[in-house]
């Protein structure tokens, strides 16, 4: 007992260490522009887990570990939106295996967020499930409806997640949605309204709707491309790739990419301003 007792205050006293260590780094960060919105393409698992001799299920498991230090290392910073795209609709072409452990670990993970002590819970953390949910298993689709409906009031920063998700699906949808609401609406009235429909009209019809493009897009694994990801809302945002594969992204990183956007953030809003 004597030993496990000296083990746990060992511990305990690493883990303050580094939250103190950490409270500094933000204080002189927050020196500089913070981003709002910070969004991640979380590439490499399956690499992460060839690299170590280990299943590609081990890998996906690795990665969602890394998501939650990540989270964590954000909403300690004040980033109050992060995104995060943890399958594609191109990935249901996997093996079905695969696919079904992706699936699995899915609905375990998100029925964790409603956990009394989950990182939800402590954040209070608003929940969104951003794709084509339909394609879901009923069951991850069921739990997905469940998290968002149960954390819809929750004040704090806002996690999004895109599960089934193409920029190209999510624009098609969009389309769709916004054509059909200007039928409607002259169908409805007497007097011909404008038929046209405008950018607003799309961008209210996203999955995105509601939220802010990404100030910073953070892809792993060092490949330079988006990948069907956010394509609509990243037209001013800052593009970080690292060489890391997704499992092996650290609080180091996550520093690296605030400096660097901090260093090109003044030439970004003068981009904004124009457009606007």
Request: aromatic share 12%.
């Amino acid at each position: 007992m004597e030993h496990g007792s000296k083990v746990y205050h060992t511990y305990d006293f690493v883990g303050s260490v580094w939250s103190f260590f950490r409270r500094c780094v933000y204080s002189i960060i927050s020196i500089g522009p913070i981003p709002n919105h910070i969004a991640f393409i979380m590439d490499g698992n399956r690499r992460y887990a060839k690299c170590h001799g280990m299943k590609p299920n081990a890998g996906h498991r690795m990665g969602f570990l890394a998501l939650m230090s990540v989270l964590q290392y954000c909403y300690e910073m004040g980033v109050h939106y992060v995104t995060v795209y943890a399958f594609s609709i191109d990935n249901f072409n996997r093996t079905p295996e695969e696919v079904q452990h992706v699936m699995d670990l899915m609905q375990d993970k998100i029925e964790g967020l409603l956990k009394e002590e989950s990182f939800v819970n402590k954040y209070g953390i608003r929940v969104n499930f951003w794709g084509n949910l339909r394609l879901l298993r009923e069951s991850v689709r069921l739990a997905a409806e469940k998290a968002m409906a149960a954390t819809a009031e929750n004040k704090g920063a806002v996690l999004s997640i895109c599960i089934a998700y193409t920029s190209r699906d999510e624009i098609v949808h969009a389309i769709q949605g916004a054509c059909k609401e200007k039928y409607d609406q002259n169908r409805s009235s007497k007097d011909v309204k404008e038929d046209e429909i405008s950018v607003a009209d799309l961008e209210s019809h996203m999955y995105t709707s509601g939220c802010p493009d990404p100030d910073i897009i953070v892809r792993t694994s060092g490949e330079t491309r988006l990948s069907n990801f956010l394509l609509w809302q990243s037209s001013r945002s800052y593009l970080h790739v690292h060489n890391a594969l997704w499992p092996e992204i650290s609080f180091c990183h996550l520093m690296w990419e605030i400096l660097q956007y901090q260093r090109v953030q003044p030439f970004l809003e003068k981009q904004k301003e124009k457009s606007l």
